[in-house]
């Protein structure tokens, strides 16, 4: 295969440095360091982890970043983008912080964590994992956040598993400083969240979507989908990353396969007309109504 040319960035009011795809990081266990270095050397410049033990590996995440930088990757280079797990999405024998201790502690302490994890002194990003169980509560988590903030040991805020727009409107409305990321499971059941991709980019925010090829393996095997990638000399997967990226989406890949972060990275190299991108489209609408049905 063809050297990829260098992932496109854009632009956007909230960080012009976060990458168009990100390198997830969960349930990679112990094969986390050698994994990220490896999706760093390749090319990757985004990576996705939580303060989260149940599900992430966040110091072999550091690990990976670590022997990952040299003479021609920087710190400066990488997107680092961690997450505020709430006491409800973590396990109970290995909760990174003190658990009776006030929101803003809590918050507080597993930035500490994060950071000694992955050897920095500031995140580009830090993701409130989920909303907690009451609107009160979720402010309350969002003001500790903005602190660290204005602390300086982050430098953006984002919001994940939002899944209802209200709940979004909510926390934009209410925050000093804004969310620029909402990074949401990528499914027919909330109808692949077109109502909070479009808020998003009214609002100057990203969408970062998971479970992007997961949940959709009916969508990725129809013909629509196949035809095209046939047409480019592509695989499925890459014609549906490359239309969400086109579309203002950034997919995070959690691939363990070398061959599959090459073509992740490759869907630069290509472009999708605006037909094909309608016929993309129309598959996931077709996917939406069947999930309804």
Same mark, same amino acid.
């Given at each position: 295969?063809r050297?990829s ?13 976060m990458p168009?795809i990100?390198y ?12 990220v270095?490896?999706?760093i050397r390749?090319g990757f410049?985004?990576?996705d982890?939580?303060?989260q033990?149940k ?8 690990a ?6 040299g003479?021609?990757v920087?710190r400066a !280079? ?9 006491v409800?999405?973590?396990?109970p ?5 003190d658990p009776d201790?006030?929101?803003?502690r ?5 930035l500490?964590v994060?950071?000694?994890?992955l050897?920095?002194d500031?995140?580009?990003?830090l993701v ?6 009451t609107a ?5 988590a ?5 602190s660290?903030?204005?602390g ?11 899944q209802?727009?209200a709940?979004l409107?909510a ?8 969310p ?5 499971r990528?499914?027919a059941?909330?109808?692949? !969240?077109?109502a909070i991709?479009a808020y998003c ?5 990203r969408?970062?979507s998971f479970?992007t090829?997961?949940a959709?393996p009916?969508v990725?095997?129809g ?5 095209l990638a ?9 014609i ?8 203002g989406?950034?997919p ?6 070398e061959d599959?972060?090459?073509? !992740?990275?490759?869907?630069f ?5 605006e ?5 993309v489209?129309?598959?996931?609408e077709?996917?939406g109504?069947?999930h309804?049905?």
């Amino acid at each position: 295969m063809r050297a990829s040319k260098a992932p496109e960035t854009r632009e956007s009011a909230c960080d012009p440095h976060m990458p168009p795809i990100i390198y997830g990081t969960a349930w990679k266990k112990g094969a986390t360091g050698g994994l990220v270095a490896t999706a760093i050397r390749l090319g990757f410049r985004g990576i996705d982890t939580a303060c989260q033990p149940k599900h992430y590996d966040e110091a072999g995440v550091g690990a990976g970043v670590a022997a990952a930088l040299g003479a021609t990757v920087s710190r400066a !280079d990488l997107f680092l983008q961690s997450k505020f797990t709430p006491v409800s999405g973590q396990d109970p024998a290995t909760i990174p912080y003190d658990p009776d201790a006030p929101i803003q502690r809590q918050v507080a302490e597993s930035l500490a964590v994060s950071l000694r994890h992955l050897h920095t002194d500031y995140l580009d990003c830090l993701v409130l994992h989920s909303p907690l169980p009451t609107a009160q509560l979720t402010l309350e988590a969002w003001r500790a956040m903005e602190s660290l903030v204005a602390g300086g040991g982050v430098r953006h805020l984002g919001i994940s598993n939002c899944q209802r727009l209200a709940q979004l409107e909510a926390i934009v409305d209410s925050a000093r400083v804004k969310p620029i990321v909402v990074q949401n499971r990528f499914q027919a059941a909330t109808g692949f !969240d077109r109502a909070i991709r479009a808020y998003c980019i009214s609002h100057g925010m990203r969408y970062q979507s998971f479970w992007t090829l997961t949940a959709n393996p009916h969508v990725l095997a129809g013909p629509a989908i196949g035809a095209l990638a046939a047409r480019h000399g592509r695989t499925p997967a890459q014609i549906l990353f490359r239309h969400l990226t086109l579309s203002g989406v950034v997919p995070l890949t959690g691939t363990r396969s070398e061959d599959h972060m090459r073509e !992740d990275l490759a869907i630069f190299d290509f472009e999708l007309s605006e037909s094909e991108r309608a016929t993309v489209d129309s598959a996931l609408e077709a996917a939406g109504r069947d999930h309804q049905a």
